[in-house]
């Protein structure tokens, strides 16, 4: 039965779908509410739809996340703003129950329509809520309720929000540690809405009951919301308040806690500024970075180059470095990974001569490291320290070792290295590329693995474009071309692959005089499959040669081809000839 024909879709036959044993009938409803909305009419909706909605007990977590979901934005269908606290009551039971992705969309809900609804409506419905749900007997009622307190604040007049305020402090104190969490995890946000004069009065002695929490899953919360306090306070009262906090954090006898710090290290330090991160935060960190557990040491090292961008140069070498130094050797690939993702980046903080007496050597470690995305990391930012140490060192460090990677024995690592490849002759320039790095590209062509051979073809056309059709001509497309009488039929069909990328590159008359004969040559094949392929090449080449080339050369090989006894090939030749017809009648 369609819906927009029926002027009133009768609530009963939602009923009946709602009540059905079948979810995705159920599901199907929910998904068309808005639509079962506009024929019932705004008001009939705030009258029926919405307190069926309220009583609807459906025990499904699917159905249940699919009404939150809608009903965030059902305001248009119960007659505007005006109205939106008629959506309250639906949403306010969705926030009690006990599937936690249903409750947060609930509230994600709830948020979304609060802060569209008047501040006149907020007092009287939206608040009286949050107090409901703070106060509920169970804990995913007072749960829910930490996530509206800031929209709910907003609009609250002074001794409501006195009042609010009290009610967070005991929701931060909750028997259930569940409570606790969800306080701790929505502070920052609370926090952001409260009068600057209450930060010191209220909010932190909230921050500090959860900092001090026996659940180590309250504190690793309470550490995310030290950066977004941080962000608030004054940075006398965050260096005050907020510093020993995270001091004594990184010290916690849970790592996860630590591993927390490590990750928001970075946030506290552009709060507290840089004079309090030199005295405090700086031997916190080199804990962090010496932590007994991987995890945290992996978090560490990954801000390293943040961390000092922070600090003078000075005290990166004096502190940093030796914990650098100690990473680049791990025991843990995880922790060299991370470290040679972003070391590149110290570079340009330490200057030219830390770089290459200090950094160098531990980029030539992290280069040679048996772990594949540890090399790999270092590789893909070798531009940064191109800029600092220059071209003539980094290609005598480094070139035994891209010249390692380019045939190691994970295709993946020889993979990154040919994406590379365009970018190294760029900064190396020409001379050098001639030398070293040609043969290697050529080697690439014949890979075994397809995805290498197919990079190694597209490497080929950059690296044309980078030096030009001239240099080209003199150093590419003849080891290329000598490549098509390869007896592998695979490797010629990549050498076919590489002509039609270099063709546009190379221009109508390199393209006429060398790459189409061997086209030509190629669609005389004894393989189908490079037949076919050869088809595709030239109906390519149409556009870049002249139309007296399609008609002398292009055009009787397709013809030949468009009789081949196999299927494919004259599918591909006639879909080509179709090609040739369009350019020649259009001439």
């Given at each position: 039965m369609s819906m927009i024909d029926e002027p009133l879709y009768?609530?009963?036959?939602?009923?009946?779908?709602?009540?059905?044993?079948?979810?995705?009938?159920?599901?199907?409803?929910?998904?068309?509410?808005?639509?079962?909305a506009r024929a019932l009419g705004e008001a009939r909706t705030r009258k029926e739809l919405i307190p069926f909605?309220?009583?609807?007990?459906?025990?499904?977590?699917?159905?249940?996340?699919?009404?939150?979901?809608?009903?965030?934005?059902?305001?248009?269908?119960?007659?505007?703003?005006?109205?939106?606290?008629?959506?309250?009551?639906?949403?306010?039971?969705?926030?009690?129950?006990?599937?936690?992705?249903?409750?947060?969309?609930?509230?994600?809900?709830?948020?979304?329509?609060?802060s569209q609804m008047k501040e006149n409506d907020v007092i009287e419905s939206f608040i009286p809520l949050v107090k409901r749900l703070a106060a509920g007997e169970w804990f995913t009622a007072r749960v829910s309720s930490c996530g509206l307190f800031h929209i709910a604040y907003a609009s609250a007049l002074e001794p409501l929000k006195n009042e609010l305020r009290t009610i967070y402090s005991q929701l931060c104190q909750d028997d259930m540690p569940m409570v606790r969490r969800a306080a701790a995890t929505n502070l920052g946000k609370f926090a952001a809405t409260v009068e600057r004069s209450h930060l010191k009065t209220d909010i932190i002695p909230m921050f500090e009951d959860l900092t001090q929490d026996d659940q180590d899953s309250v504190r690793l919360l309470a550490v995310e919301s030290c950066a977004a306090l941080g962000k608030l306070l004054e940075p006398q009262d965050c260096v005050a308040?907020?510093?020993?906090?995270?001091?004594?954090?990184?010290?916690?006898?849970?790592?996860?806690?630590?591993?927390?710090?490590?990750?928001?290290?970075?946030?506290?330090?552009?709060a507290v500024g840089p004079e309090a991160t030199r005295m405090d935060l700086v031997p916190a960190y080199v804990r962090l970075l010496r932590d007994n557990e991987a995890e945290v040491r992996i978090a560490a090292a990954g801000k390293v180059t943040k961390f000092c961008r922070i600090l003078s140069p000075e005290l990166s070498v004096q502190h940093i470095l030796p914990c650098v130094k100690?990473?680049?050797?791990?025991?843990?690939?995880?922790?060299?990974?991370?470290?040679?993702?972003?070391?590149?980046?110290?570079?340009?903080?330490?200057?030219?001569?830390?770089?290459?007496?200090?950094?160098?050597?531990?980029?030539?470690?992290?280069?040679?490291?048996?772990?594949?995305?540890?090399?790999?990391?270092?590789i893909s930012k070798l531009d940064q320290v191109n800029q600092v140490v220059g071209i003539d060192?980094?290609?005598?460090?480094?070139?035994?070792?891209?010249?390692?990677?380019?045939?190691?024995?994970?295709?993946?690592?020889?993979?990154?290295?040919?994406?590379?490849?365009?970018?190294?002759?760029?900064?190396?320039?020409?001379?050098?590329?001639?030398?070293?790095?040609?043969?290697?590209?050529?080697?690439?062509?014949?890979?075994?693995?397809?995805?290498?051979?197919?990079?190694?073809?597209?490497?080929?056309?950059?690296?044309?474009?980078?030096f030009g059709p001239e240099w080209a001509m003199q150093h590419i497309v003849p080891q290329v071309l000598d490549m098509i009488n390869d007896p592998h039929?695979?490797?010629?069909?990549?050498?076919?692959?590489?002509?039609?990328?270099?063709?546009?590159?190379?221009?109508?008359?390199?393209?006429?005089?060398?790459?189409?004969?061997?086209?030509?040559?190629?669609?005389?094949?004894?393989?189908?499959?490079?037949?076919?392929?050869?088809?595709?090449?030239?109906?390519?080449?149409?556009?870049?040669?002249?139309?007296?080339?399609?008609?002398?050369?292009?055009?009787?090989?397709?013809?030949?081809?468009?009789?081949?006894?196999?299927?494919?090939?004259?599918?591909?030749?006639?879909?080509?000839l179709q090609a040739t017809n369009q350019v020649m009648m259009s001439s």
């Open positions: 009768p609530i009963a036959v939602l009923i009946d779908e709602l009540k059905n044993e079948d979810i995705q009938l159920r599901l199907n409803s929910i998904r068309r509410l808005s639509t079962i909605l309220s009583e609807n007990n459906d025990d499904d977590d699917e159905v249940l996340l699919a009404m939150a979901e809608e009903l965030g934005v059902f305001i248009p269908y119960v007659g505007g703003v005006e109205y939106a606290s008629a959506l309250l009551p639906p949403l306010e039971g969705l926030c009690t129950v006990e599937e936690t992705c249903v409750r947060e969309k609930a509230v994600e809900s709830l948020c979304r329509i609060g308040q907020i510093l020993p906090v995270i001091v004594n954090f990184s010290q916690d006898k849970s790592w996860r806690v630590r591993y927390m710090v490590a990750n928001q290290l970075y946030e506290v330090c552009e100690e990473l680049s050797s791990d025991s843990s690939q995880h922790v060299r990974s991370a470290l040679a993702s972003v070391i590149m980046g110290m570079a340009p903080v330490l200057g030219k001569d830390t770089t290459i007496e200090q950094l160098l050597p531990i980029f030539l470690s992290l280069l040679k490291d048996e772990f594949p995305d540890v090399r790999l990391n270092i060192l980094l290609s005598q460090s480094l070139l035994p070792a891209i010249v390692e990677l380019a045939e190691d024995r994970h295709w993946r690592v020889r993979l990154a290295i040919i994406e590379y490849i365009p970018l190294l002759a760029s900064q190396l320039g020409v001379g050098f590329f001639n030398d070293k790095l040609g043969a290697l590209c050529m080697q690439w062509l014949k890979d075994k693995v397809y995805s290498i051979r197919d990079a190694a073809a597209n490497n080929v056309k950059r690296l044309a474009e980078e039929y695979l490797y010629r069909m990549t050498i076919l692959y590489a002509v039609s990328l270099l063709a546009p590159v190379m221009g109508s008359e390199i393209t006429c005089s060398k790459l189409l004969p061997v086209v030509i040559t190629a669609s005389k094949d004894r393989v189908p499959n490079i037949k076919f392929n050869a088809a595709k090449v030239l109906q390519s080449l149409i556009p870049i040669v002249d139309v007296s080339v399609v008609e002398k050369s292009i055009r009787p090989c397709l013809v030949e081809l468009s009789e081949d006894p196999d299927v494919d090939v004259r599918f591909y030749a006639n879909k080509a």
